[in-house]
């Protein structure tokens, strides 16, 4: 499954590394990843909530602490008003599983 995860922000990290993602909210998932992008580009049941600015979408299999892999980040854009793919911010790629973990 593609999970969908919005967070309200990116980039001020923390003394022990982890980064300052203020508040974060899980939407769902999707089983096809075509279908979690259109979901961020089309901004679908307002996800943006005047408050996430960015989002991640991450293949977990089912199970007992699976690991999420072949993520894509997503960045708020105003003029679009939906998510739009960005390149994974250093400040996260040492972590993994925000949707479940």
């Given at each position: 499954m593609?999970?969908?995860?919005?967070f309200?922000?990116?980039g001020?990290v923390?003394?022990?590394?982890?980064?300052?993602?203020?508040?974060?909210?899980?939407?769902?998932?999707?089983?096809?990843?075509?279908?979690?992008?259109?979901?961020l580009?089309?901004?679908?049941?307002?996800?943006?909530?005047?408050m996430?600015?960015?989002?991640?979408?991450?293949?977990?299999?089912?199970?007992?602490?699976?690991?999420?892999?072949?993520?894509?980040?997503?960045?708020w854009?105003?003029?679009?008003?939906?998510?739009?793919?960005?390149?994974?911010?250093?400040?996260?790629?040492?972590?993994?599983?925000?949707?479940?973990?």
């Amino acid at each position: 499954m593609w999970f969908i995860t919005v967070f309200e922000k990116l980039g001020e990290v923390y003394e022990n590394g982890f980064p300052n993602l203020g508040s974060q909210k899980t939407w769902g998932y999707y089983s096809e990843r075509e279908n979690a992008v259109n979901a961020l580009h089309d901004n679908l049941g307002d996800m943006r909530e005047f408050m996430y600015n960015y989002a991640v979408i991450e293949k977990v299999d089912e199970g007992v602490m699976p690991l999420a892999y072949n993520r894509q980040w997503f960045k708020w854009d105003y003029n679009r008003i939906g998510y739009y793919e960005i390149e994974e911010p250093e400040c996260v790629k040492h972590l993994t599983n925000f949707a479940i973990g």
